[in-house]
């Protein structure tokens, strides 16, 4: 069926010959495009011609684009291809005239790509079974991908693929938790890997042409299968039934997509979206060895780690937030996700100044549908429970309140509505451009005011959607403070539309805020920018290379509360000041001092001597710092790493509450909002002296 006829530059015999071997090489039988996945690929691209957002999206040029994509999926690490091989990929995708797409050359790459895997596998496998390698050398690895360049020559090729597996087993003889031979775990995940990419279907290979094409509209434009669209319809909280998180596929590795609000894996406060699963053990169970599953299919890894609630999992990460891939391993005990888990939590601080303060922990924006279309005055929501909290606020006669929307990534938006509401009272709270072009305000006409008083909300790069919108509102309305990091700035609205097999996922409209600008990409900026450890412009929707551009609409009318700027100005000195002074904003800026300094590392050492003593003198930097700050506080310190550990598990926020004790952004987030009640009292006393 494939009507490209390009010569490759070499043999995938010649790649993987490495002298005597006991492994047989396996051949990589290529999927043939059938007829029924070329119309159904015009019936897709058709759809979200139509369909889409933006009108007249594509243009002469999409097939390039589209080609360049699918590149970039594949070897973004350029670790597979040669460099004449993209020149005829390129050259190829040029001749493709009009403003549709080649398929047939998405697929022949798509083929390529994995019969190089194969070769890459089997080359991996018989080097370690040569077990040749010298970890007294000082050798390198380039492990800072951005500026790479293809092989000139497949020589060249080999060369990073030794030092790909030469690393590999370092990090395996490194392990301190590794319950084999490091050269039979190697053997056996290669082999694994193999084995999976034999087993392929056709559906796979499709999946990966369709949705890099349904991506070049934006990055929320997908295709599902008959069977992904089944698991679509499913409960969110079920997808990774157990720990709460929902999974995805990053070449090799399967990794934590985001987290369920209240589940085991977001309890644990150890788990980050972008985190790479490497192995999994099972607790209390007569095969308790860790398993490696990289290069398995993401459905056996689900299956690895679901269970009856209960048990326990053992799971090894690699920091999504570390510039050196420093592994992490997390114990968690699956349960059953209620709703109570993902509930909004509350406490009280009172703060040395006699301020008293409360904490709202809004996880995500939820309502019992069923019980609410049934006209149930009791029904289950976000909104209610809030409401709930606020008015016992009020009795506790508490000065201020923090609305935390950390990691929040979003839900029901008649929630967010209601939930603005309770701050503002009633009026608009978000604009909907349709594809239409016309736009539609939301809010509620009938809300009441519950609090009066002070308000802040929290939010991080995690904060999404409906966490956007009321966080814009309330800034809008000049209601509060808007605190944390820059949100995530996914402000667009998707569909699903069935076609013959499968369905659709389309974007067909955006959010504004009521002052007219859009939280997509930029997200929202807060008033005060917290510290954070990592490179938040690694994720969130500006890092997606087909984001759709921000802009703006006519403003909203919609009224102001009194809020004196001047103030945050006041305020942004007194939290600088905090930030040399305060060992908790301290620790965290040396974190952050050190994640930047590695973040741009170039090369990996591949000497053993080397790389143990860099892996010690990480943890000695870690208990140096920990005790740094505990002894400015007056704590006791820790007398060696295996210590700090310990305490760490000892210390795991199992029942879900606010930890304000180990929350430093929190309790500076109480400091800020503290900071703004005394400003208010002494301008309430030098009017009243007038």
Known sequence: MIKHKLIWSFVCLALISCGNSTYDSQEYISTNLTEEKINLSNEVFKKLKKEHYIKNFVKDDFNIRYINALIDRLDGNKLYFIESEITNFKEESNQYLGNSFDIDLAYLIINLYFERLVAFSEYQIKLIEKNSFDFTKDEFIDIYYEDNQWAESEALLKEIWRNETKNDLLVALMSETL?????????????????????????????????????????????????????????????????????????????????????????????????????????????NEYIDVVGWRIDEVVDLIRGESGTQVEIEFISSDSADNSRKLVTLTREEIKLEDRAAKSKIIETEDGNKIGIIDLPSFYIDFNAYQNRDSNYRSSSNDVEDILINFNKEDVDAVILDLRNNGGGALIEANKIVGLFVSSGPTVQVKHKAGYIQPYGSSKAKQTWQKPMGVLVNRYSASASEIVAGAIQDYKRGIVLGQRTFGKGTVQSLESISKGQVKITESKYYRVDGSSTQNKGVLPDIELLSTWDIESVGESSYPTALEWDTVRPYRHKKFNFDSNQIIEIKNLYSQRLNSSPNLKYLGEVRDRYYLNKDKKLLSLNLDTRKLEKDARKNWLLQIENKRRESLGLEIFGTYEDLEESNKKNENTNNDIDYERDYLLIESTNIINDYLNLNKLLISKVNKL
Do not use: C, W
Not at 180 to 197: C, E, F, G, S
């Open 179 to 287: 319950s084999d031979d490091a050269n039979k775990v190697l053997l056996k995940r290669y082999k694994n890997r193999i084995k999976r990419i034999q087993q392929q279907k056709e559906e796979d290979i499709f999946s990966i042409a369709i949705n890099t094409l349904t991506n070049q509209f934006d990055p929320h434009s997908s295709y599902l299968s008959p069977r992904s669209a089944e698991d679509f319809d499913m409960n969110m909280s079920l997808k990774l039934e157990g720990i709460g998180a929902l999974l995805g596929a990053d070449d090799d590795y399967t990794k934590i997509v985001s987290l369920v609000p209240g589940g085991p894996a977001e309890k644990s406060g150890e788990i980050l979206p972008e985190d790479k699963i490497t192995r999994i053990r099972q607790i209390n169970t007569e095969n």
